[in-house]
T-cell receptor, first 117, second 112 residues
Framework: GAVVSQHPSRVICKSGTSVKIECRSL??????MFWYRQFPKQSLMLMAT?????????EQGVEKDKFLINHASLTLSTLTVTSAHPEDSSFYIC?????????????FGAGTRLSVL | GENVEQHPSTLSVQEGDSAVIKCTYS??????FPWYKQELGKRPQLIID?????GEKKDQRIAVTLNKTAKHFSLHITETQPEDSAVYFC???????????FGTGTQLKVEL
């Protein structure tokens, strides 16, 4: 199956700093990638849809200035958590869609556990 | 928007027994229904999916059924093994960017 790489796997940072998370599709081109947030023992909550070459589409309640998304190429999307605070601590997971809208299979990265002190 | 409900939240079975997890969705326009397995601290892995033009799909010990009229779909695992223990998520795709709406997850435990 398709491989999605996500880095870093774990980040510990001080409050007020910014953290960048990368999501790469290694063996396929992904015009669309997705960013999720997952709290312990809970489901995956979609934060935003990242489209190559255009602005991301954010879900209701997600601050676009807080969670900056850039999808500059067909294999890379980045999520930057700006001025992180303890309440931003969570497990962030990206996914990349293989194929066009008709196929719509999403493959997930291994996730990034963010801890803000 | 789409709402996906999943039951049960926890499921414990004996090794060799079958396990069934059920999901319902709200948007009749949904046309793609994947199931993901997530082990603790790991990425969700796609295990099977079904599209709205079929009613059932099977892959070895795993099967998924879809009832479009009732707007529900189910995951069936037969001859369960300890390595099947994980959290299983159903999801539905409504189009409009093809984003997935996930169910709340089912913690499956297969006991020896």
């Amino acid at each position: 199956g398709a491989v999605v790489s996500q880095h870093p796997s774990r980040v510990i940072c001080k409050s007020g700093t910014s953290v960048k998370i990368e999501c790469r599709s290694l063996d396929f081109q992904a015009t669309t990638m997705f960013w999720y947030r997952q709290f312990p023992k809970q489901s995956l909550m979609l934060m935003a849809t990242s489209n190559e070459g255009s602005k991301a589409t954010y879900e209701q309640g997600v601050e676009k200035d807080k969670f900056l998304i850039n999808h500059a190429s067909l294999t890379l999307s980045t999520l930057t958590v700006t001025s992180a605070h303890p309440e931003d601590s969570s497990f962030y997971i990206c996914s990349a869609r293989e194929g066009g809208a008709a196929k719509n299979i999403q493959y997930f990265g291994a996730g990034t556990r963010l801890s803000v002190l | 928007g789409e709402n996906v409900e999943q039951h049960p939240s926890t499921l414990s079975v004996q090794e060799g027994d079958s396990a069934v997890i059920k999901c319902t969705y709200s948007d009749s326009a949904s046309n793609y229904f994947p199931w993901y397995k997530q082990e603790l601290g790991k990425r969700p892995q796609l295990i099977i999916d079904i599209r709205s033009n079929v009613g059932e799909k099977k892959d070895q010990r795993i099967a998924v059924t879809l009832n479009k009229t009732a707007k529900h779909f189910s995951l069936h695992i037969t001859e369960t093994q300890p390595e099947d223990s994980a959290v299983y998520f159903c999801a539905a795709s409504t189009g409009g960017g093809n984003k997935l709406t996930f169910g709340t997850g089912t913690q499956l435990k297969v006991e020896l």
